[in-house]
């Protein structure tokens, strides 16, 4: 009777624990969700055509963990599934999963065993992932799928997983992607935030929110943590919920954190020894990188991800955003863990234990220098923060380059210059692919919704995966940047600082041929509505910027900036989708990525914005010519005037470098931004009225002062024809086509 009774006990309990992990896992996959709805994350489908007999959108899923819906025609750009009304901006998608305490992954023992047989990473450990991180940078795959499943990208452990495994990782995944999966291949334990709530403060919690909304970069607190250890869960069910779970709020935390339960990361200080593979780069607008490699000129190389599952490359430069320390941005490590308390089989199996994570005390390169500073005062207001690098005070993004660069690095402007031309290239060519995936996934041809996205930045669904405002941000900053790291170089070497390594004698005008030339290897190609192609080059690139479309509803046409009639012959865009088109001007006007605002405007919204010159958008688009800044002033000069030629009034122009009635300015020849080759060129220096008696009279033109007779000694000034004739804009010459390629116009 007793033994029955002990039986029947072992039945019963077993048949509770059994239930309940049908109920934990199976049917309640959200315990709770402790974080704010408004800035909780959902998952876009996989960039598949819409419709189509391989997309996921066209069945439903049995899979708990798949990020689509059914598709029934209906149209849906955020991704929130079937809609009354496709017109109506839909309600927002179910939370994905979040763990609040610790909770364990449920074990499962089959081929896709993610089994725990180790207790901690090693240092060998972490030097073979920044191997592992390195070999996926430096191949060509494009995807993150292709990364891990490619012999050549991953050639230590692409055999090793099931056949038919399919990988996913947006921005933020990425990082936890790549470390799961080493982790998986190496038998290590892992652990990650699985909830979070807002970072405690003084101001309630109302008013927290309401600062995120703004964009104001709320901070986060981690409210639980999921963990995978021994015996070990189906490693492709773990990585469905790190992918469902992990949103850029989880890197969102203070430097100077506190809470019962620690997050993944902490900040690093800046050296040699800790900005290394498989570090994290956290910009705040929204995006995360994984650091593959650091040269010994100091350049930090990354991959990143994107809601299309792409996976391209970068250098770490000005173009990321700083911000202070309660956001959590910058450079950040991950915590070690460790399994603790875990007991052995009679087999040398793990079984249970615990996986806990190192605290800032425990961590000897924690440090929060990246926002206060070094080598100074430290002030409590991280905006005052000041860099120094033996002696010479210098901006942040500078000090990090020549702490990690070799002793005795300098900068080379002429270098730099080509490596940002490059890299702003390899970014058009990223978004070829981007822009390729909507096309291929018609989005082109669905209806314009009557709203934008609440937040075209932060968003999810179809507008998450295929539209480009945070990649077209990027972009523009970039040109920005190039134009402020030139105006520095300059300014370096003009006070003779010894960061420059510069020996030549015309620096800017060694930048402006360095730009030309690194400038004319660049094209990208893409394709046309009717899938024919267009070749642009890096001239037409700068000069359409502002105008490529980001909204996925456009044309290919729009998306690439065409504005003449015959290349938009073959878009396909209604009136609807032109007006749409030329309101969001103000939005493709703008650098910052406002990623907590309020954006789902109607076009009537964006139409009033306009007219009102409100703070939404811009008016303008920047500025991003460099060419200007690197114009070497030259007199212009005219051949021997005819016997009618009348000196016309005084006029003036803008600043030097401006081309005026199509001429160009002698400086710009040859450039990507020179007109097309004409007998007329505009003069960009100051000169004062001279002459000589018996040479031939030359006509100059002063920037803001009036024209003048002048004398010009130089082979550069044709005087075999009298050609030189006015117009009311600028006087125009005939260069001599004889002349040395090095000669110059000399004011006499």
Known sequence: MGRRNVFHSIVIKLAVAFNFALFFYGFLPSIAFAQDPLLQKSKPPKPTAIGSASSPAAKASSDRSSRVTVDDGSFDPWGSGKTEDAELRPADKPLPPSYVGRTVM?????????????????????????????????????????????????????????????????????????????????GLPYSFSGALDLYPSAAPKSERRERGRRGDFASFVVTGRREIGP?????????????????????????????????????????????????????????????????????????DAHPDNALTRGTYGSEVERAGPETGAGFKAWRPQKLVNAARTPKGDLSGGEVVLASDRELPDWSDEQYYGVGGGRSPDWKAGRFSFKGDQIDYFGYVRLTLARDGFRYDPIKEMRTRIGSICKEFGYRIDAVEAARKANIDKQAQPV???????????????????????????????????????????????????????????????????????????????????????????????????????????????????????????????????????????????????????????????????SEVGETEAPDISIEQMLAVPTVLAASKPSPNFEMPQPITTGAIGTTLSGTTPP??????????????????????????????????????????????????????????????????????????????????
Not at 160 to 182: N, V
Not at 683 to 689: D, F, G, K, N, S
């Open 231 to 303: 015996p070990g869960p189906d490693a492709a069910v773990a990585f469905s919920e790190i992918s469902n779970i992990v949103s850029t709020n989880h890197f969102r935390y203070p430097a100077a954190y506190k809470g019962r339960f620690l997050p993944d990361h902490y900040p690093v200080r800046i050296s040699k020894a800790t900005i290394k593979p498989g570090v994290v780069i956290f910009d705040p607008l929204g995006h995360i990188a994984v650091v593959y490699k650091v040269t010994d000129d100091g350049e930090i190389f990354f991959i």
């Open 451 to 613: 709203r934008l996205p609440t937040n075209i930045y932060v968003t999810q669904g179809y507008w998450e995966a295929y539209a480009t405002p945070s990649r077209d941000a990027q972009l523009k900053s970039m040109f920005v940047k190039l134009k402020e790291e030139v105006g520095r170089y300059i300014m370096l070497h003009e006070n003779g600082s010894t960061l420059v390594n510069y020996t030549g004698t015309d620096l800017k005008g060694d930048l402006l041929r360095a730009y030309s030339e690194a400038a004319a290897q660049c094209s990208v190609e893409y394709k046309k509505s009717d899938l024919s192609p267009v070749v642009l080059g890096f001239k037409e690139l700068k000069q359409r910027l502002f105008k490529m479309s980001f909204d996925p509803h456009h044309c290919a046409e729009r998306r690439w900036g065409a504005t003449d009639p015959a290349e938009l012959a073959t878009c396909q865009d209604d009136s609807v989708k032109r007006a749409w088109y030329d309101a969001e001007q103000r939005l493709r006007n703008q650098l910052v990525r406002t990623i907590g605002d309020r954006m789902d405007f109607t076009i009537e919204d964006l139409k009033k914005q306009a007219r009102e010159n």
């Open 667 to 748: 400086s710009l020849v040859g450039t990507p931004d020179a007109p097309a080759p004409t007998h007329a060129v505009t003069a960009i220096a100051p000169v004062q009225p001279a002459a000589i008696a018996d040479e031939p009279p030359v006509a100059t033109f002063e920037p803001n002062g009036p024209l003048a007779s002048e004398v010009v000694n130089s082979p550069a000034a044709d005087t075999r024809d009298e050609t030189a004739t006015k117009s009311k804009d600028a006087i125009l010459v005939t260069p001599n086509p004889d002349a040395p390629s090095d000669a110059r116009l000399e004011v006499r």
């Open 106 to 186: 449920p074990a499962s023992f089959g081929k896709q065993q993610w089994k725990v047989t180790r207790t901690a990473w090693t240092m060998d450990d972490e030097v073979a992932y920044g191997e592992f991180l390195r070999l996926i940078g430096e191949s060509t795959c494009k995807t993150t799928h292709e990364c891990l499943t490619s012999p050549t990208a991953n050639p230590n452990y692409h055999a090793k997983h099931p056949q038919g495994m399919q990988f996913f990782a947006d921005c933020a995944d990425l990082p936890f992607i790549l470390r799961a999966y080493f982790a998986w291949m190496n």
